[in-house]
């Protein structure tokens, strides 16, 4: 057991050791010099023969330069995109509920048509409603005759009581009963319009243009008005162009995009018009556009998002109420950024950071911030300059201070994959 772990304390010093040569780029025999003084040198001297049969005169031998790729970063005025999920909804959306009670007699109309404003969808038997508009209208002409006959005693008692051959209460009542009359008169009008009215919501027709569910209840049946509780739903209609785009904006988001409006001396008005590009999940880019019509008068303090709205034309009828979609919005200003593919970032625990290439062929190791990807490339905000040579290929080869010999080559986007709309396309390296 001893002879193991005396064995495994070998085994860790030698890796330790190994570890800390390829570091420093120093031999075991220097280490050993500079770690134990004098005793050193008796461990120098040796190892001494093991190092001198790594090549001739002692030194170690060296190979010819490692080759890599190496690219400036590619310049070019872009704006930076931020991109949400979000769900269509109709512009108009209407539940068709029933007005009056009664029973349905016709039905009007094909489950899932469009239908346009004013159509006729559903009728209910409308005879009963007929009935008592006419006893409304007879009633009406009631309350006329009566209002008439008392204006009537009313004119005629005027000279009577004036040469007192009626008393002047008599006079009073016929006054009141004329008023009366009139007050019957308005009851009966409006009783009438009711009728009227009823009559009316027999009849029931689109109020909106747009594509038709099902019918919900079929012809026969009775059907029941009141209220959005009690009355019996029949159908319901959505609009189809526009739609709506709803998506949330996260918070920090929503501050960026108001420091952007007070930049512009507009403020929160200046986001609204502003183009939001939308492509549904099975599509490739972002081919369909729409503006920003609307912004939530609060952050949600449950989500901490900000609920925004584009409206989107749907000339095709692609788009349904309740789809899923993603959309990007324009997060930043145009402005002039440098580029490189994402290969070409390395990374440790602690940070991002790019290999350059000096004039002598010395690569140095340069921390980098970076940004989001464009066109396929990565935005490096600081921590190169376009005019440095960066490895884009064959950085697993190299470390910093090492001689490479690099390669030239140009970062360039492919003409064949341009966009009409900020869609992102495939970037090549080219040869110059």
């Given at each position: 057991?001893?002879?193991?772990?005396?064995?495994?304390?070998?085994?860790?010093?030698?890796?330790?050791?190994?570890?800390?040569?390829?570091?420093?780029?120093?031999?075991?025999?220097?280490?050993?010099?500079?770690?134990?003084?004098?005793?050193?040198?008796?461990?120098?001297?040796?190892?001494?023969?093991?190092?001198?049969?790594?090549?001739?005169?002692?030194?170690?031998?060296?190979?010819?330069?490692?080759?890599?790729?190496?690219?400036?970063?590619?310049?070019?005025?872009?704006?930076?995109?931020?991109?949400?999920?979000?769900?269509?909804?109709?512009?108009?959306?209407?539940?068709?509920?029933?007005?009056?009670?009664?029973?349905?007699?016709?039905?009007?109309?094909?489950?899932?048509?469009?239908?346009?404003?004013?159509?006729?969808?559903?009728?209910?038997?409308?005879?009963?409603?007929?009935?008592?508009?006419?006893?409304?209208?007879?009633?009406?002409?009631?309350?006329?005759?009566?209002?008439?006959?008392?204006?009537?005693?009313?004119?005629?008692?005027?000279?009577?009581?004036?040469?007192?051959?009626?008393?002047?209460?008599?006079?009073?009542?016929?006054?009141?009963?004329?008023?009366?009359?009139?007050?019957?008169?308005?009851?009966?009008?409006?009783?009438?319009?009711?009728?009227?009215?009823?009559?009316?919501?027999?009849?029931?027709?689109?109020?909106?243009?747009?594509?038709?569910?099902?019918?919900?209840?079929?012809?026969?049946?009775?059907?029941?008005?009141?209220?959005?509780?009690?009355?019996?739903?029949?159908?319901?209609?959505?609009?189809?162009?526009?739609?709506?785009?709803?998506?949330?904006?996260?918070?920090?988001?929503?501050?960026?995009?108001?420091?952007?409006?007070?930049?512009?001396?507009?403020?929160?008005?200046?986001?609204?018009?502003?183009?939001?590009?939308?492509?549904?999940?099975?599509?490739?880019?972002?081919?369909?556009?729409?503006?920003?019509?609307?912004?939530?008068?609060?952050?949600?303090?449950?989500?901490?998002?900000?609920?925004?709205?584009?409206?989107?034309?749907?000339?095709?009828?692609?788009?349904?109420?309740g789809m899923f979609s993603r959309v990007r919005m324009q997060g930043s200003p145009e402005y002039d950024a440098l580029m490189l593919p994402d290969e070409a970032i390395g990374t440790d625990q602690t940070s991002r950071y790019v290999l350059v290439v000096g004039e002598d062929g010395t690569t140095r190791r340069s921390p980098?911030?970076?940004?989001?990807?464009?066109?396929?490339?990565?935005?490096?905000?600081?921590?190169?300059?376009?005019?440095?040579?960066?490895?884009?290929?064959?950085?697993?080869?190299?470390?910093?201070?090492?001689?490479?010999?690099?390669?030239?080559?140009?970062?360039?986007?492919?003409?064949?994959?341009?966009?009409?709309?900020?869609?992102?396309?495939?970037?090549?390296?080219?040869?110059?």
């Open positions: 057991m001893r002879i193991r772990y005396i064995a495994l304390l070998l085994v860790a010093a030698g890796i330790a050791v190994a570890a800390v040569s390829w570091l420093t780029r120093k031999t075991p025999g220097e280490l050993a010099g500079e770690w134990l003084g004098p005793l050193g040198g008796k461990v120098t001297a040796a190892l001494a023969p093991a190092e001198k049969s790594k090549g001739t005169g002692g030194a170690p031998q060296q190979g010819p330069p490692p080759e890599v790729t190496v690219s400036q970063p590619l310049q070019r005025r872009i704006a930076e995109w931020d991109e949400y999920t979000g769900r269509f909804d109709a512009v108009e959306s209407v539940e068709l509920r029933a007005r009056v009670s009664g029973y349905l007699t016709e039905i009007r109309f094909t489950d899932g048509q469009d239908v346009k404003q004013g159509d006729l969808l559903f009728v209910i038997d409308p005879r009963p409603f007929e009935r008592a508009l006419g006893q409304a209208q007879a009633e009406l002409e009631q309350a006329r005759t009566k209002v008439s006959n008392a204006s009537l005693d009313v004119e005629r008692g005027k000279p009577l009581a004036a040469r007192n051959v009626i008393s002047q209460k008599t006079q009073d009542d016929r006054e009141n009963l004329y008023r009366d009359a009139e007050a019957a008169l308005k009851v009966a009008e409006a009783k009438f319009k009711t009728a009227e009215l009823d009559l009316s919501f027999t009849r029931v027709a689109a109020p909106v243009s747009g594509r038709i569910s099902r019918t919900l209840v079929t012809k026969g049946n009775y059907v029941s008005a009141g209220g959005s509780q009690g009355s019996t739903l029949l159908t319901t209609i959505v609009s189809q162009k526009p739609m709506y785009v709803y998506f949330d904006v996260n918070e920090n988001n929503a501050i960026k995009y108001k420091r952007m409006g007070e930049a512009s001396g507009k403020g929160r008005t200046a986001l609204l018009g502003t183009p939001v590009f939308v492509a549904l999940p099975d599509e490739k880019g972002f081919p369909h556009q729409g503006r920003l019509d609307f912004l939530d008068n609060r952050i949600d303090a449950a989500t901490g998002t900000w609920r925004a709205r584009a409206v989107v034309d749907n000339e095709s009828g692609l788009f349904s109420a980098v911030k970076l940004g989001p990807l464009q066109f396929g490339l990565r935005v490096v905000r600081e921590g190169v300059a376009a005019e440095d040579w960066v490895v884009v290929r064959g950085q697993a080869k190299v470390r910093p201070g090492m001689k490479v010999t690099p390669k030239r080559e140009q970062v360039t986007i492919s003409e064949a994959g341009k966009p009409a709309s900020p869609t992102g396309t495939p970037i090549r390296v080219e040869k110059p």
